[in-house]
Nanobody, 123 residues
């Protein structure tokens, strides 16, 4: 059973960089052919795919967030990390990490999700 757990600060100040880590157990993030994504849901809105890192280490980003987003991984710890720079209150959301079989597919193509972590951007 694959498990994903998000961790990071729950409160970030405007203009700072949001950093979250997803720790994966029960499966390797280098296993062919999975894609490890970050997805968020602002209050009262739908899910938004932010970006992903592939089993190979290749990265993919949402065009709307690409200039502010960076995803990396630590294979020795079986973790992948999201960094979102220059945050504003509009970046307040529940942030999820998830495993998918494609990049930015439909939500049904993600088979394992973390429980989500609330991040609030406020001074």
């Amino acid at each position: 059973q694959v498990q994903l757990v998000e961790s990071g600060p729950g409160l970030v100040k405007p203009s700072q960089t949001l950093s979250l880590t997803c720790t994966v157990s029960g499966g390797s993030i280098t296993t062919n052919y999975y894609y490890w994504s970050w997805i968020r849901q602002p209050p009262g809105k739908g899910l938004e795919w932010m970006g992903a890192i592939a089993y190979s280490g290749s990265t993919y980003y949402s065009p709307s967030l690409k200039s502010r987003t960076s995803i990396s991984r630590d294979t020795s710890k079986n973790q992948f990390t999201l960094q979102l720079s220059s945050v504003t209150p509009e970046d307040t959301a529940v942030y999820y990490c998830a495993r998918g079989t494609v990049v930015a597919g439909t939500w049904e193509e993600y088979d394992y999700w973390g429980q989500g972590t609330q991040v609030t951007v406020s001074s």
